[in-house]
């Protein structure tokens, strides 16, 4: 059974960085793109972040550009988000994916995570 699993969110001052980790479990992820999407209270789900296997191409979303770094570590099946400068903006449930497609549209993600809280607030 695949499974993915998120950690590391959580309350955050505003300014302030956390890292959210995904790790994969069930199944070999060899030639997937690995993304981050996020949703906050009310809204729909949005893109964030995402990184192809080979590593040469990254995308990120404009509002986070230059405040997040998308990274993943192969042999551990497990991904990361790096998120710097935070802003009260970024609350929201973030959850991880994988998929075949290097690509924006959380449809063309397969595998998704159950998601970790992010709250950037004084």
């Known amino acids: 059974q695949v499974q993915l699993a998120e950690s590391g969110g959580g309350l955050v001052q505003p300014g302030g960085s956390l890292r959210l980790s995904c790790a994969a479990s069930?199944?070999?992820?060899?030639?997937?793109?690995m993304g981050w999407f996020r949703q906050g209270s009310g809204k729909e789900r949005d893109f964030v972040a995402a990184?192809?296997?080979?590593?040469?191409?990254?995308l990120y979303a404009d509002s986070v550009k230059g405040r997040f770094t998308i990274s993943r570590d192969n042999a551990k099946n497990t991904w990361y988000l790096q998120m710097n400068s935070l802003k009260p903006e970024d609350t929201a449930v973030y959850y991880c994916?994988?998929?075949?497609?290097?690509?924006?549209?959380?449809?063309?993600?397969?595998?998704w995570g159950q998601g970790t809280r992010v709250t950037v607030s004084s």
């Open positions: 990184i192809s296997w080979s590593f040469l191409g990254t």
């Open positions: 069930g199944s070999t992820f060899n030639g997937y793109v």
């Open positions: 994916a994988a998929g075949p497609r290097f690509t924006k549209r959380g449809n063309d993600y397969g595998y």
